[in-house]
């Protein structure tokens, strides 16, 4: 596989087929060659940095019923909150005392936040603070709602396409469709956003040789950030008995990701550093550059549980800040709480 790694090394591409050959085909040792590319690929572009963005998750109220998350409408069970302006506020506010300048806000699709009221939160953000980035992870709305989000200062954007697989799409997203999903990310892209895209690793049915047409699209799709993570099956949905993805092959992604899209922001997720302790600190070894510590209110944390098991410190975001932090340091990693851009991306 030597000979698959060093082409996708040097021309940060492969085509389909090859891909699917070095997914399926990866020992040990080749997977280690590969891992230590990938972080001479990732010192090149970013050096030793691991940018630090603070977290807030606004909301768990949300319309969509996707078969893996923990906060879909059918589950009745969970505790639904969401937070108001001067919550959200506060929590940014906090976050800039402690050095952060990416706020991340992301929650389910709650229709309270309507424009209006995103459009205040970061207008005010953004008045107050010139030298923050302010990325939104709402998942989807209308074009024109995405351009008045970025005209009101919004830099980036995440929304993960999940799986490129039509009908594993259709099965786990009652009442969407991929070909929306991928329509959003085109629209962000062209208003200006940093785009953020992704998948799940470990959904049911999904070997590994599948996700050669989920890097694919991404190699397409040129996106700035990617979020990719395993799926942690949750008690309160219908997935609940699927065994989910494992760290291993999520850092095995995260790898050649960084060979196919050298200057990409890509976070070691919570998610990785929930199913291994030591997950997030493979993840900068295999290429990851971001993390991503929590700054919501600490009443709120637990509500936003996705899968079984969240990692939650029960720590104060300074706290929790320090920790990360001297993980990162004795990985051998630099922590940065500077906006942190994509190296290729300027404000239109
Ligand atoms: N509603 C927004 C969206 O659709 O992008 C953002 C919130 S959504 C909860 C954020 C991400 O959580 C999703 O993109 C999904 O990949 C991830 N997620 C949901 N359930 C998960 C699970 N059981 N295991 C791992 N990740 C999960």
Known sequence: MRYLIDKLYENNELTQFELEELLCNLSEE?????????????????????????????????????????IRASNCKASRYRLSK????????????????????????????????LED???TLKREYSDIAITLSLGERGEKSFRRLYEAGADRYLLRHETVDENLYNRLHPKMS????KKCLEALKEIGYQVGSGFLIGLPGLQMKDYAK???????????????????????????????????????????IRLLLPDVLLPATTALGTIDPKGREKGF????????????????????ALYNGKVFSGKESAEEKLKIESGVIEAGFEPILTRGDNIRWKRK
């Open 214 to 256: 989920d890097l694919i699209f991404l190699k397409k799709l040129k996106p700035h950030m990617v979020g990719i993570g395993p799926f942690i099956p949750h008690e309160d949905t219908p997935l609940k008995s699927e065994k989910g993805g494992t760290a291993y092959d999520t850092i095995t992604l995260l790898a050649i």
């Open 121 to 123: 939160i970061i207008k």
């Open 285 to 304: 070894k295999a290429g990851a550059n971001v993390i991503m510590p929590n700054l919501s209110p600490m009443e709120y944390r637990k509500k936003y």
């Open 30 to 70: 080749d997977r280690d060659y590969l891992i230590d590319k990938a972080y001479e690929v990732r010192q090149r572009s970013y050096g030793k940095t691991v940018f630090f963005r603070g977290l807030i998750e606004i909301s768990n109220i949300c319309k969509c019923d996707c078969f893996y998350c923990g």
């Open 86 to 117: 001067d919550e959200i506020l506060d929590s940014c506010h906090r976050g800039y005392s402690l050095g952060y300048r990416t706020f991340v806000f992301q929650g389910g699709e709650d229709s309270y936040f309507t424009d209006e009221l």
């Open 178 to 181: 991929l070909e929306n999903r």
